[in-house]
């Protein structure tokens, strides 16, 4: 508990495994309504609150949607990857070598591929 608040986490269940993680903020006890699962209307930052609370579960449900459109399963792990973006092609050396050699091949200016790294 810091400065009265309590911290806030999401708690997200698929086929019965469970991933908790903390939202980076909190909420006084008396301002919280454990109905709603949202800051009340009458503590200060409710709105920074309940727009991240918001937020969450909107990504949430963007990447259970995006996993459902390109066919794959809807696990703990594919969610998490997605809200933190760990999906993105690693930037690796080899990577960028590559991805230029593609460019440099659709580019008229590339004579016999003479551009290759």
């Not at 980076?24 to 009458?42: F, M, R």
């Not at 259970?64 to 390109?70: F, G």
């Not at 794959?72 to 930037?91: F, G, P, Q, Y």
Request: net charge positive; charged share 35%.
């Amino acid at each position: 508990m810091k400065d009265g608040k309590y911290p806030l986490f999401m708690r997200l269940t698929i086929n019965g495994i469970r991933w908790d993680t903390a939202l980076q903020l909190g909420v006084k006890e008396t301002s919280w309504d454990a109905k709603k699962q949202q800051a009340k209307p009458d503590d200060k930052d409710s709105k920074i609150v309940n727009d991240k609370i918001d937020s969450l579960l909107y990504r949430v449900h963007k990447a259970k949607l995006r996993l459902d459109d390109e066919g794959k399963e809807v696990t703990i792990n594919h969610i998490k990857d997605l809200l933190s973006d760990r999906e993105k092609e690693a930037k690796t050396i080899l990577t960028l070598f590559k991805k230029h050699n593609m460019e440099c091949e659709q580019k008229s200016w590339c004579p016999s591929h003479s551009c290759h790294l």
